[in-house]
């Protein structure tokens, strides 16, 4: 028989989140600090909307691009904690998940060979996604003393003219920066000069601890160049739901569309209809998870700092990326031995890119219960490890 | 101290009131010192009353018996509801005593051993009161949710070990 395979696909390696999992399911007893989403349930009053939907019936295809409601409240949002207005009728499309709206925003995009810039480390999907796209992902490698944010400078050396999209992953996964206003400025500059679109994915806006999020649409002369996804599942624990969207120039939106019509159809229904009341009225919930977060990333931070273990202060998402260079050993090492000797998995920063070796992600989308729990093992095993090498 | 951040230790210590000090600092990001004083300075006002513990009575062998009582008063001149409040709510059986709006004056909540002794309360204190006028008793057969917790809420973490 012949090769039934693409190579492209084949030609990409499977996440690197993967083969840690499958080491992590086999260990049943294992505590996990691995996970990407909200340890919080969806908020009550978003889910019985949901289920009111059902009962109603709503059970048929929306229009495509989602529906009308949805799209009104995702653009009376973006109005009200950017300042951006968006036509709900030409410049949204509400995906399945944020990262739908990752893939068809590249593949409307994407011309064979132009390049794409990713900065790591970052998400697992966006150099796969580029590939797929026909791209060239040109990687940037993000460095702890800028706290790992995007300076104008890197963003420089990374353009050839065959430059067509920046990725702009903050606030970051798995890094948990964030990119204040100044430093959004630094890069609009460069971007604008060098014609260069950008989609920005600024799924974890609603989760920052260091004053609000801004956009980079939000910015003089970027609305129309930028794609900004966003979507409901990091702010309001609705991960399961599968709802995200997608804004920007009515022409790339028009494009997404049509991919998204002839491979999707439409986002649940059921969703949709949850998305509108968790826009309507979930603002105090956001407010009260991210409470949550930030008291236990406060936590962690001084933990961190108690066991000397070098860490920068993170503002963003519900991570922070330890480095663990003085143990001379992998990241990978690091978190198989920590997952072996004291059960706790914690997932190495290689698997979000190169240049997140030496360094870990732990996420505290967990209770301050199971934080210190596993915190209490990790001291105990980096006391061990220091003294092996003492 | 902001006020926010008083108001982020009070939300705190209302879900768990045996939090470690140094902790409940760090958490909310201000110094232990602070927070001590914060804490003790929101007790001498009034605004910490006291650090109770939520029991969920029915999964020990002790009996109790709770009961919600609507009760309707005739408000005193120049005293209004106060006075004849504080007869009530000075019986140590009595949990909780509010005044409401609606129908009836005030709501009695009562926690006896038995059946017969919340009732003796209600016919031989409580109605015999001069100012009561009526009183309503509703026995609470099952607690599902107290003070913000879910009663009996075991949930496993479903979600999967590792995910980007």
Redesign the interface.
Known sequence: MRNPLADTIVGIKP?G?RK??DI??EMKD?I?L????P?FDTPWHVREEGIYSLEKGKTFYTSNSGIKELRQEICNYLYRSQKITYDPMKQVIVTVGGSEAIDISLRAMINPGDEVLIPQPS???YEPCALLAGAKPVIINLKAENEFRLTAAELEEAITEKTKILILPFPN?PTGAIMEKKDLEAIVEVIIKNDIYVISDEIYAELTYKGKHVSIASLPGMQERTILINGFSKAYAMTGWRLGYACGPEEIIRQMTKIHQFAIMCAPTTAQYAGVEALKNGDEDVAKMR?SYN??R??LV?AFREMGLECFEPYGAFYIFPCIKEFGMSSDEFATRFLEEEKV?V?PGT?FGDCGEGFLRISYAYS?ERLKLAIGKLEHFITKLREEKS | MEENKKE?LL??IEKNSRIDLK?LA????VSEIDAVNALEEMKKDGIICAYHTLINWEKTSIEKVTALIEVRVTPQRGQGFDSIAERIYNYPEVRSLYLLSGGFDLMVILEGKTLREVSSFVSDKLSTLDTVLSTSTHFILKKYKDHGTILNDKKD?E??????
């Open positions: 996440s989140i840690f999992f992590v399911s294992a996990s691995g996970v990407g989403e340890d998400y697992v999907s996964n409470e008291q236990r406060r936590y001084n998995a997932v698997a301050l | 982020e939300r705190i902790e760090v958490m909310v990001g973490d979600r999967e070990m590792i995910t980007p």
